[in-house]
């Protein structure tokens, strides 16, 4: 495939405003691409400075061809092929981290944003709070100057445009964390505060920090990918990217500096992301991380195996219907019942090869706001929901390592390591599990019914499997 020419920028780099942390498979499908259709439709300075905190792979596959690649979007009633312009640099902080900052603190910059995953926060999940334990942020604490973490880069911008009397910047957080927008200010102001005092207060003052609500399945992108694109268009882009045809972006409307003219390329700007987002967080990503630890178990490489299986897809009616739509707030403008509905359609799209491998990545980070806040307010009504129970069971199986036919399994978590030694040592897992404060919050780790419930899903899934744990969850 490399024998073909290489996709290459045709025409002039745009000018940057926004500097982009994380260039991976979701900011190119979703951000870059609402980027890309606000600019010719509306105009205006909004290339994109994309940085990787240390990978070089995105540099490396985007800068030979002039920041431009495929955005590919497939459906099951064909593909259709768009070349995306917004990036007009990437560069790599741990090579050059001053470089970073300079950009950061060009005053041309007017926004930063983020989709860093999860653990890129270096927060407690369970708390929200800073992890000064977190290797980065300790380095980061001690060299203010040179940091290494997406929040100590955006406390020295802003430090430095301060001491150059330069506007501040609106930080915007588009991963997939509860009050996104919230938590990064508080982070943001946590780490300034242990700094300098002042330079809390001024970044108070000078930045804005919009929750945002994302949405858009995007698997990251494979070889087979890059050659199928290579068929179809002839070139060869190793940046390319494919996801599914459906995206929603729920914005709030709080810019300190402007913002790309979004709303033309159908993000919606609203006062208050919050009823959207727990939506999203809860029935999105909380089925999904159900399949991809119970569905992973049982064998289902894809989402859509997956929920090809009747069992599976009646697991996620079952779940938004019984235990998740009951703690919502209907959002403006959606209606709950349809909203999953349309998931599950989603999910069936077999053109769309999302692995649950890929989705069951990173679980310590995830389960606080996909499942556990969930099992809370259910508890908080008197109701012990058993099919969450299961996926936190299922969650508690998959990270011991191994399949239902012994086979190993590959888990990537920053806490897999803890994880090991406490699975090692215990006698009773679902129990030693509990007890990761950084995953589970104490009332909820100390309720006995959530215990019960978690420790008898654990037992079956052990005993019967996954695949007949479902079966039963779903005929009681
Ligand atoms: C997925 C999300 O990988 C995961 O954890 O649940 O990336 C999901 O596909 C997106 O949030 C969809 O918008």
């Not at 939506?279 to 992973?296: D, E, F, I, P």
């Not at 679980?363 to 259910?378: A, C, E």
């Not at 936190?392 to 990537?412: L, P, T």
Request: hydrophobic share 40%.
């Amino acid at each position: 495939m490399r024998n073909r020419p290489r996709l290459k920028r045709d025409g002039a780099k745009p000018k940057t405003g926004i500097v982009h942390f994380g260039p991976g498979a979701f900011f190119r499908a979703f951000n870059a691409v609402y980027t890309h259709e606000a600019i010719e439709n509306a105009g205006g300075d909004w290339g994109i400075i994309a940085v990787s905190l240390r990978s070089t792979a995105a540099r490396d596959q985007l800068l030979p061809q002039g920041g431009v690649y495929t955005s590919v979007t497939r459906t099951q009633s064909g593909t259709k092929h768009e070349i995306i312009g917004p990036i007009a640099d990437v560069k790599v902080a741990a090579e050059d981290p001053f470089a970073v900052l300079d950009a950061m603190t060009d005053p041309s910059v007017k926004i930063v944003s983020l989709t860093i995953t999860e653990k890129g926060y270096c927060h407690e999940p369970a708390t929200g709070r800073l992890n000064l334990d977190h290797p980065d942020v300790i380095h980061d604490l001690a060299h203010a100057d040179s940091p290494q973490s997406a929040i100590g880069f955006i406390v020295s911008a802003l430090a430095r445009r301060r001491k150059a009397d330069f506007p501040g910047f609106t930080v915007l957080s588009c991963d997939n964390l509860p009050s996104n927008g919230q938590l990064v200010r508080e982070l943001v102001l946590e780490f300034a505060r242990i700094i300098d005092g002042q330079l809390a207060e001024w970044i108070e003052q000078n930045a804005s920090f919009p929750a945002t609500m994302v949405d858009r399945i995007t698997p990251a992108t494979t070889d087979q990918d890059i050659e199928t694109l290579g068929f179809e268009a002839g070139y060869y882009d190793p940046a390319c990217v494919a996801h599914e045809a459906f995206r929603q972006w729920v914005i709030e409307d709080n810019f300190v500096g402007g913002r790309p003219a979004w709303e033309t390329a159908g993000a919606q700007f609203v006062t208050s992301v919050g009823a959207h987002e727990t939506m999203k967080l809860r029935c999105l990503n909380g089925t999904h991380s159900a399949l991809a630890y119970l569905g992973y178990l049982a064998g289902y490489e894809t989402i859509s195996e997956c929920v090809a299986d009747r069992h599976f897809a009646s697991l996620c009616e079952k779940l938004w219907h019984n235990e998740i739509i009951p703690t919502l707030q209907q959002p403006h403008g959606e209606d709950l019942g349809a909203y999953c509905d349309g998931l599950l359609q989603r999910y069936r799209d077999p053109t769309v090869r999302h692995r649950t491998w890929q989705i069951a990545m990173d679980g310590s980070q995830k389960l606080p706001q996909r499942i556990l806040g969930t099992i809370t307010d259910n508890l908080a009504k008197g109701f012990v929901p058993p099919g969450l129970c299961l996926v936190v069971a299922g969650w508690m199986r998959y990270i011991g390592g191994h399949d239902e036919s012994g086979g190993a399994i590959d888990v990537r978590d920053p806490l897999a390591g803890r994880i090991k030694d406490i699975c090692e040592g215990a006698s009773d897992t679902v129990n030693a599990l509990l007890t990761l404060e950084e995953v589970f919050p104490q009332e909820l780790a100390d309720s006995s019914e959530f215990q019960h419930a978690v420790a008898a899903a654990y037992r079956r899934l052990v005993t019967l499997g996954a695949r007949a744990s479902v079966a039963e969850f779903i005929k009681d």
